[in-house]
């Protein structure tokens, strides 16, 4: 398993060889026992990161930046055939950039996966006139690769995380990965789990329950703007029924749609600016290309804002290297 999880290593949001070092996978002495070299995580997990903050709760804007590189890990995993069925804050370690890296692949299984190309029609919308909205309708080929033919009997993971099909023993598949990842969106913004009951039996009588996810009602605060379309897709992840759940059919292609990333440019998703938040120590370091001797961020800003001006542009709505397009919600319609 680690062998083919690691062929590639490479992706977004997953360990590349800065976390694994595939030249210490080896079988040693004939026996099969593997070493793995570990990079270190200096700011820990995001479990550790959420006991820091007040009521165990992270802002919006940080959930939102967290749970998409972990989208785009999980997207790498079941593109590669991978079932994760592990994800929690505990195995999500925040790198000392701020970015974060799946850890713990024990529980993993594998499973064929055909990758596809889909079209869709996306509807733009443009300008008003005077005889009405302008809309155009657009074909849109995206790249889908989702192990839906995935199928395990084993009952493991720890226990706020499982799904209802894993917990009734009935077999799961794909659709365990993307219940736990509606699990961690709900954790990070409400600092508790969706089903969580006194006891350990309790809790899994909860999710294997009919009862619908619930939502703590916060008073005396003023809602922040994208939370109604988190709870949103909190609950289209949540459905107890795998074969209505978001993702289970076409994986992080529609889940990537909803309107809470909106915003978000994924190819760049890496180049984004780490929220801050209490608790996390992030380490700005130089590029080779300011070390040697090109012009800094700053003074090319002041340079494109010159030109900007020259040439008589009008300027975006946000600067380039800022990153309010991604930690400030954006209502758009899809």
Not at 75 to 85: Q, S
Not at 148 to 174: D, I, K, M, Q
Not at 244 to 266: E, M, S, V
Request: aromatic share 10%; with cysteine.
């Amino acid at each position: 398993m680690y062998s083919s999880l690691l062929r590639p290593a490479t992706g977004p949001g997953f360990p590349t060889t800065t976390f694994f070092s595939q030249t210490l996978l080896r079988p040693l002495g004939g026996f099969s026992l593997y070493l793995l070299s570990w990079t270190t995580a200096p700011n820990g997990d995001l479990h550790a990161l959420l006991r820091k903050q007040p009521s165990n709760r992270l802002p919006i804007q940080a959930v939102r930046f967290f749970v998409a590189e972990v989208l785009l890990a999980l997207e790498y995993l079941h593109a590669k055939g991978i079932v994760y069925r592990d994800l929690k804050p505990e195995n999500i370690l925040i790198r000392e950039d701020g970015h974060i890296m799946l850890s713990d692949f024990d529980l993993c299984f594998h499973s064929d996966v055909s990758p596809k190309l889909d079209s869709r029609t996306q509807i733009k919308e443009g300008s008003n006139s005077c005889f009405g909205d302008r809309r155009r309708e657009e074909r849109v080929t995206e790249f889908v690769a989702e192990p839906t033919s995935a199928f395990s009997r084993s009952c493991v993971g720890t226990h706020e995380y499982l799904a209802p099909e894993l917990v009734s023993g009935n077999g799961h598949g794909n659709g365990v990965d993307w219940w736990a990842f509606g699990v961690l969106i709900y954790e990070l913004l409400y600092g508790t789990t969706p089903f969580k009951g006194g006891s350990k039996e309790s809790t899994l009588r909860n999710i294997a329950s009919t009862r619908e996810v619930r939502f703590p009602a916060v008073e005396g605060e003023r809602e922040e703007p994208g939370m109604a379309e988190a709870r949103d897709l909190i609950e289209k992840l949540l459905v107890k029924d795998p074969r209505r759940r978001l993702g289970c059919t076409r994986g992080a292609t529609d889940i990537k749609r909803h309107p809470f990333f909106n915003g978000i440019k994924w190819p760049l998703i890496r180049t984004y600016r780490p929220p801050e938040v209490r608790g996390l120590s992030v380490k700005r370091s130089k590029s080779k290309a300011q070390l040697g001797g090109v012009a800094s961020p700053r003074r090319r800003r002041c340079f494109w804002k010159r030109l900007s001006h020259l040439t008589r542009i009008k300027s975006s709505k946000y600067s380039l290297n800022s990153n309010h397009n991604y930690y400030s919600y954006v209502n758009q319609k899809v």
